[in-house]
């Protein structure tokens, strides 16, 4: 059986936490940053948990993870 290929662009975009779950970093927060306002902005830094419904598909594309 051949080894399993990582994803590279998954696994820069998301990390594991200790309890197993996937931890990623929220969209919309690289440019046209006029219109939003700083609460939307400051919201965006913060990192989130991926959604159960894309965890099955992360964990074959980041096998190692």
Known sequence: MPKIKTNKAAAK???KTGTGKLKRMKAYKS???TKKSTKRKR???KAT???ATNVK???KILPYL
């Open 31 to 33: 440019h046209i940053l």
């Open 43 to 45: 919201n965006l830094r």
């Open 57 to 59: 598909n992360m964990k």
């Open 13 to 15: 975009r998301f990390k």
């Open 49 to 51: 948990m991926t959604d």
